[in-house]
């Protein structure tokens, strides 16, 4: 069965970091990109980074610049999310999502990503 899953969320304090994993099972990630999302409470879904076959970040958040990197285990069928620095407006439920192309897109419209997680809550709160 094919699935994307998401963990590393919780509760971080402001400045701190966390580190989310989206691990794959019954599909191979070694060929495809990859992205992450996040919508905070009352606020559509928007990405915030997506990564390609070769490694290739695409930034769609101006906001994570800096603080936020994407890289992936092709070994372990696993991408990550680094999130340093991090501020209350991060708080968010945050979604990876796997598209069936090995780059990213230029835009992080939704439709381009076909497989998504079940979504793992970051909450930045002193």
């Known amino acids: 069965q094919f699935q994307l899953v998401e963990s590393g969320g919780g509760l971080v304090q402001p400045g701190g970091s966390l580190r989310l994993s989206c691990v794959l099972s019954?599909?191979?990630?070694?060929?495809?990109?990859i992205a992450w999302f996040r919508q905070a409470p009352g606020k559509e879904r928007e990405g915030v980074l997506c990564?390609?076959?070769?490694?290739?970040?695409?930034n769609y958040a101006d906001s994570v610049k800096g603080r936020f990197t994407a890289f992936r285990d092709n070994a372990k069928n696993t991408a990550y999310l680094q999130m340093n620095s991090l501020k209350p407006e991060d708080t968010a439920v945050y979604y990876c999502?796997?598209?069936?192309?090995?780059?990213?897109?230029?835009?992080?419209?939704?439709?381009?990503?076909?497989?998504w997680g079940q979504g793992t809550q970051v909450t930045v709160s002193s």
């Open positions: 990564i390609s076959m070769n490694g290739a970040g695409t």
């Open positions: 019954g599909f191979t990630l070694d060929y495809y990109s």
């Open positions: 999502a796997l598209r069936g192309f090995p780059g990213c897109p230029s835009t992080a419209r939704e439709a381009y990503f076909g497989s």
